[in-house]
């Protein structure tokens, strides 16, 4: 017998049991979802029963699970394929500033499709950040960035006018920004301060981003210094939300470097 | 006379035109979302022929940018009020690992709707990230936490046996799961593992949030332990991606903490 200690068909009350049922269906689908995430499933994802088992609920509620999970285009479901894990994520690393390439190294390539490089006068907000003066030029990049085939983020890029001027000459197709930044500055890169938001994809950027309209992003926002201080990158970072995880480590303590 | 480096009106082809257009509005914007986030900006913001000119744009790429943000619910837009702030975001800090009572300190009163509070068996993937034997029971908390009357995040924890039975037997709803751990454990917490994705919301969800059907949320996987070491909270966080920015800093460097 199931020991369902959380079994909503023993609740009263038909829109009280659609509720329960809805809340454990997201329940299980959490749990789901980070094993899809993490690799912890194979290909195929257990069956109904065996999953109602592990998770002490019926068969109702892991269906429910397995169409929330369907419907953010995780799993694919067919009556006798059983449920197949349709799309893997990339982790990007949130411990350490890292470009996308050097943070995917190992699971393919890189490859950028520029669709703007070029000089522009920086608009006000832009050079505070960057700490110029008001009209002072800076140089724009604008990047589609895919792994194989599958476009994964659209960047859009200030750069100091120094090094960005230098930064266009370089191969900007297949060379991360943060390593053009290194090698012509002769300094490693220091900290960046570093906003994270989900956003709905407009449709303009869906169709770039080959998502269906409003789908959500992970949206970066990230102002990178120098060792020695100097800030020399803004950019404005859509990533698939369906593609990429940002994965870190945090402690209760703030670390020292940030408080200096 | 305007400087318009990138001026659409002046490229040839329709098509063309609205994809360079479409392009800047888009830089314009993600300009403007930061600057209303970091409430750089007032209640109201400047006038299209002003912001046509902050940015070397058209006031037809101005107006494109505005859509986008109100599309987003930033702002709202009235055809003599002007284009006026509709919704501030609260920051939430990446840098050290912090309740939501204590990561909002100052911005008002927390208050938590507790859905759920109980001992449940723990599934196998929980039990094995608690450092648990498989079928050892745990508490599940599920809570709706307000800041004010707005609904900002749905949290479901599970936590350890031991501590999470203490737990049980405090005020869930007016304090953080963070805070009870510390002062139940007699530690501080130590170090948290930290996955973050952008997903939409379903429909259960949506209506629990109060937000729009696969509106996107911040997702946040995190499994958080003692001073010791030990494992003892492991949350799925859904905050609502129109109240929620995640904000830090990184440095190139992977920290020592992180390294051990």
């Known amino acids: ?58 068969r109702n509620t892991i269906r429910e699970a397995l169409t929330l999970l369907r419907d953010e285009g995780l799993i694919d479901r067919a009556p006798r394929a059983g449920t197949r894990v349709a799309a893997r994520k990339f982790d990007h690393g949130l411990d350490a500033l890292l470009g996308l390439q050097e943070t995917l190294e190992g699971r393919g390539t890189v490859r950028n499709e520029v669709r703007a490089a070029q000089r522009i006068t920086a608009p006000a907000v832009v050079a505070r950040r960057l700490g110029l003066a008001p009209g002072e030029q800076v140089v724009y990049l604008e990047r589609l960035r895919y792994l194989g085939d599958q476009p994964l983020s659209l960047d859009l890029t ?19 920004v943060f390593v053009l930044l290194e090698q012509l500055s002769g300094q490693s890169l220091g ?70």
């Open 191 to 260: 900290s960046a301060d570093l906003a994270v938001e989900a956003i709905p994809a407009d449709r303009h950027t869906a169709a770039t981003l080959d998502v269906p309209d409003s789908a959500p992003l992970l949206m970066l926002e990230r102002l990178t210094r120098l060792d020695d201080g100097t800030p020399v990158d803004l950019e404005y970072i859509r990533m698939r939300g369906d593609r990429i995880t940002l994965r870190g480590s945090l402690s209760r303590a703030i670390p020292e470097w940030k408080v200096l």
């Open 1 to 58: 017998m199931q020991v369902s200690e959380m079994n909503t068909e023993r609740a009263g009350g038909g829109a009280t049991v659609r509720r329960l049922r809805a809340d454990q269906a997201r329940r299980v689908a959490d749990i789901l979802r980070h094993q899809i995430r993490a690799g912890t499933v194979g290909e195929t994802l257990p069956g109904e029963q065996e999953l109602a088992a592990e998770h002490r609920t019926s």
């Open 158 to 176: 200030y750069l100091a006018p120094e090094i960005g001027a230098r930064v266009l000459a370089h191969d900007l197709a297949h060379t991360d």
